[in-house]
């Protein structure tokens, strides 16, 4: 099927273009980003050597949806969405942490746990939790990045104020606004039947100095979700939860011997296998939104894709 995995435009007054691992960040007349979600994999902080179909556009209806129910409680760089993948918002100035919290022992945490770590983040983890248990609150785990390095790091409090990554006062600021933004995606996650087990929230600052939203939220690829139906159960009797998130493929992976690191080869993703990933996004899309994923035409996405945003940005 085709899919988008890598783009080169040149749109009117652009100004350079990053290609991160999974978006394609356009600057117009260093004003504006045009954010395109590409159908590209990541896991472990690797790309995946092939596309999944739909998956760009998936995650930027996602995204954009959650910008809309969210923007009473944090402000959001989000202004229009001219195509299915693409998102046109302001320019920000990013601060350089994830925002990581996690309302459950699972993922990169509970590998941590297994390992008889108790300290992830500078955040104590309680003794006699097994893997997938709910933290008596969430904590919150932040990652940074250098600027040459390609995997996010886990860091604290203290040192991300030390190194001058981000002001103690704006920290403060990104952990309200965290907690916040968890709550109601916990809570929206409940009224359609899952569990919002962890995610992570990036911010920015625009030219006016407000703290502001950007990037993704809430979608498969920077969260994890539970069934809640049968979740207690599950967890009584040992067994693996049913999930709605990238962890699949991350387990995937790591069954076939990859975990992104040195020497390791990334195992060769089947046609069969691709089109699950994709079914799984999509399954994760209707749950999450309670409505159905209409697929947008991909014949010629490229041309597609270009001819929304040249025309929405002949528009302004």
Same mark, same amino acid.
């Given at each position: 099927m085709n899919t988008i995995t890598t783009t080169n435009f040149n749109f009117p007054n652009q100004k350079s273009v990053y290609h991160g691992k999974v978006r394609e960040v356009y600057n117009i007349n260093d004003d504006l980003l045009v954010m395109i979600a590409?159908?590209?994999?990541?896991?472990?902080?690797?790309?995946?050597?092939?596309?999944?179909?739909?998956?760009?556009?998936?995650?930027?209806?996602? @995204?954009?949806?959650?910008?809309? =129910?969210t923007q009473d409680i944090v402000p959001n760089w989000l202004i229009a969405t001219p195509d299915p993948n693409v998102a046109v918002g302001h320019l920000c100035e990013p601060y350089k942490v994830e925002m990581v919290i996690r309302g459950y022992l699972s993922g990169h945490a509970a590998r941590e746990y297994a390992a008889g770590k108790r300290l992830l983040c500078g955040v104590v983890m309680p003794e006699g939790l097994k893997e997938n248990d709910r933290f008596p609150t969430p904590i919150i785990t932040p990652t940074t990045k250098a600027d040459n390095a390609s995997h996010?790091?886990?860091?604290?409090?203290?040192?991300?104020?030390?190194k001058g990554i981000v002001t103690e006062e704006e920290y403060l600021i990104l952990e309200k606004y965290t907690r916040a933004l968890y709550q109601r995606g916990t809570?929206?996650? @409940?009224?359609?039947?899952?569990? =919002?087990v962890d995610t992570k929230y990036e911010f920015g600052k625009t030219k006016e100095g407000k703290i502001v939203l950007i990037d993704e939220i809430h979608t498969p690829d920077s969260s994890r979700y539970f069934y809640a139906d049968g979740y207690q159960e599950r967890q009584d009797n040992g067994e693996a939860q049913k999930q709605l998130s990238k962890e699949f493929v991350r387990q995937w992976l790591i069954a076939n011997g990859f975990q992104g690191k040195d020497g390791q080869q990334i195992p060769d993703m089947t046609a069969e296998y691709i089109q699950t990933v994709s079914d799984r996004y999509i399954e994760l899309y209707e749950n999450i939104l309670g409505e159905e994923f209409v697929k947008a035409e991909i014949a010629n996405i490229h041309e597609r894709i270009e001819k929304n945003v040249l025309a929405y940005l002949a528009s302004l």
């Open positions: 590409t159908d590209r994999l990541s896991a472990f902080d690797v790309v995946m050597p092939k596309g999944i179909p739909y998956k760009g556009q998936i995650l930027n209806q996602i @995204a954009t949806k959650f910008m809309q =129910l996010d790091e886990d860091n604290s409090r203290e040192p991300i104020f030390e809570e929206i996650a @409940a009224s359609r039947g899952l569990i =919002l």
